[in-house]
């Protein structure tokens, strides 16, 4: 019996992705894994079905989906693909600050597109030289007549990469301080960029997640908020949909990984007795364990996704937490299933490999497992956080 049943309001979305991940991005799960392709396929399917413009109000074009709805939307395509999954969240995280902060004209140039599925949009925010230091950058922007100098905004993993339309893009402004922050959408055909790299992942291996460099000047016109509004503009629309969403994919992957284990049990009987994998004890209890560990961490993220909806959160530990516990949660479901699923899930009988491999991603993504740890016991024990 699931404990969360979709509300009248939610389905529909939940129908939409559903039919995506079983039509569209598991057939090619694995193919675009071993490949590591850009699942470019999938995006037009979510381009044709609206769903680049999942959170955009209607008014402006979009879905209009609350955050619950997309968290449950990208958990699906998550469990069916992981590299799609990602990719699709960083388009729905960069797009979030783009329709709440965007002036009218940004609407109509960047909004509207997007949601009438026109544009792919990225976050380029983690920097070679800081790594999982996100709160510490070093490309800088030098404001010039009209607009910003780009000569020196180097990305070191950007999801979705050259395929990528818009990309939101924070940098340090000429002379501000530590973690200040000015935020622009840079536009591909508008500005000088360059692939740094190929990308070779471990896992989430067709996300092409590549350094970049970008040059040129961005207009006046493309910056998000004000120069200074990272802390007080940007930050509190983007973060916490930014987390919320990485524990979305986290736990996609676990369920799919759950989802294969399940089946491989109850399909795989022994020779000899005749007996399948799931009539064992141990197994059995492998089992309930990974459910538990899958139920557990999905309470917590719709709750939290429910505050977020309210805007009733003040301190951002409940949305990292999720993060956290949504990666411990794919980490252990993986491992576990693969533990389960034997020689044959570890000689590629099944895609449990590519569901382990992908769950790695959780825990060096910025946040990164350590760092939300050590920011919590921080909070708890009233020390600064960086
Ligand atoms: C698949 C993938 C996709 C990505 N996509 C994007 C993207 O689209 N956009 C984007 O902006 N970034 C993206 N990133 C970058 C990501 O968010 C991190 O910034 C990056 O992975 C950090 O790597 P690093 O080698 O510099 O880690 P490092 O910063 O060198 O950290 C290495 C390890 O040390 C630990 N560590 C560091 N400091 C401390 C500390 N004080 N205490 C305890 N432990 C610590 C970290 O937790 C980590 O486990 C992506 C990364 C991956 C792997």
């Avoid at 999982?132 to 993993?157: A, C, F, M």
């Avoid at 022994?270 to 064992?280: H, M, Q």
């Avoid at 252990?332 to 020689?343: D, E, I, P």
């Amino acid at each position: 019996m699931p404990l969360f049943e979709p509300t009248p309001e939610q389905q529909p979305f939940l129908q939409i992705a559903e039919d995506l991940a079983e039509t569209q991005l598991r057939p090619r799960a694995d193919e675009v894994d071993e490949t590591a392709t850009f699942p470019k396929e999938n995006f037009d399917a979510f381009a044709k079905a609206g769903l680049l413009g999942l959170r955009i109000p209607k008014a402006l074009g979009g879905m209009g989906a609350d955050v619950l709805s997309a968290v449950m939307v990208i958990e699906r395509l998550s469990r069916a693909c992981g590299s799609t999954g990602m990719c699709f969240k960083m388009h729905c995280e960069s797009t979030e600050p783009m329709w709440r902060l965007a002036t009218d004209e940004q609407v109509e140039r960047f909004v509207k597109p997007i949601a009438a599925g026109e544009r792919i949009t990225t976050t380029a925010i983690a920097e070679a030289g800081t790594g999982s230091h996100t709160w510490s950058l070093q490309s800088s922007i030098t404001p010039v007549e009209g607009g910003y100098d780009l000569s020196n905004v180097r990305k070191g993993w950007v999801t979705s990469s050259e395929h990528a339309d818009l990309y939101f893009t924070p940098a340090m402004l000429d002379g501000a301080g530590p973690g200040q922050f000015t935020s622009f959408v840079l536009e591909k055909k508008a500005v000088e960029w360059s692939i740094d790299g190929p990308w070779n992942g471990l896992g989430m291996r067709a996300n092409a997640s590549s350094p970049m460099t970008f040059s040129g000047s961005a207009p006046e016109g493309n910056r998000l908020g004000g120069e200074s509004a990272w802390q007080t503009e940007v930050l509190p629309v983007f973060m916490p949909f930014s987390m919320i969403t990485f524990a979305a994919v986290y736990l996609g992957i676990a369920e799919g990984a759950y989802e294969t284990c399940v089946d491989h049990v109850t399909g795989r009987a022994y020779g000899d007795t005749g007996s399948k994998l799931a009539e064992i004890d141990g197994i059995q209890r492998y089992v309930g364990e990974m459910r538990i560990a899958l139920d557990r961490t999905r309470a917590l993220l719709y709750t939290v996704a429910g505050l977020i909806e309210n805007g009733d959160i003040v301190d951002p530990r409940p949305f990292i937490e999720c993060v956290c516990a949504a990666d411990e949660t794919s980490l252990f479901v993986t491992r576990t299933a693969m533990n389960v699923g034997g020689g044959r899930s570890y000689g590629g009988a099944n895609a449990l490999g590519r569901y382990l491999r992908d769950a790695q991603a959780g825990s060096v993504m910025a946040p990164t497992d350590d760092m939300i740890k050590l920011r919590v016991g921080r909070m708890q024990l009233g020390q600064p956080q960086f």
